[in-house]
């Protein structure tokens, strides 16, 4: 298994824009930033040599973005956005959520990748 750790930086130009009934709405200038880990393996003695892609943040991501159109007139409920934003990246993809990506189906049980065996276990008594 390879290990790789990134700093993942993203800081675009993104816009995202709506019109539902008439009334138009977006977010934009979309960034975040954190440390992601990779997991690279299990490696195979075949194509496509890698079994799967594991990874997750190792910390919730910090992200911000401004609100257009009638949505910016929930700038001041920004915090609970916000919460429920940062919910939703915790309850996906920080340890010890993971997303997987299965290279090779016929070698890789997707579950056992997800949720690995623990590698040791301490009992306090």
């Keep these: 298994q390879i290990v790789v750790d990134a700093d993942l930086n993203y800081d675009g130009d993104l816009k995202i824009s709506a019109t539902l009934g008439g009334l138009s709405f977006g977010v934009e ?6 440390r992601v880990r990779l997991l690279l393996g299990p490696l195979l003695h075949r194509l496509p040599i890698l079994g799967a892609v594991t990874g997750f943040f ?18 001041s409920q920004k915090s609970q956005i916000n919460q429920a934003i940062g919910d ?4 996906y993809v920080v340890l ?4 997987v990506l ?9 579950a056992q990748v997800r949720y690995p065996d623990p590698l040791s276990l301490l009992v306090i008594k």
């Design 58 to 75: 190792l910390r919730p991501p910090i992200f911000d973005y401004m609100l257009g159109g009638a949505a910016a007139s929930l700038e």
């Design 96 to 99: 010890p959520n993971r997303f």
């Design 29 to 34: 200038n979309i960034s975040f930033s954190g």
């Design 102 to 110: 299965v290279l090779d189906k016929e070698s890789v049980d997707s």
């Design 88 to 91: 939703l990246i915790q309850q």
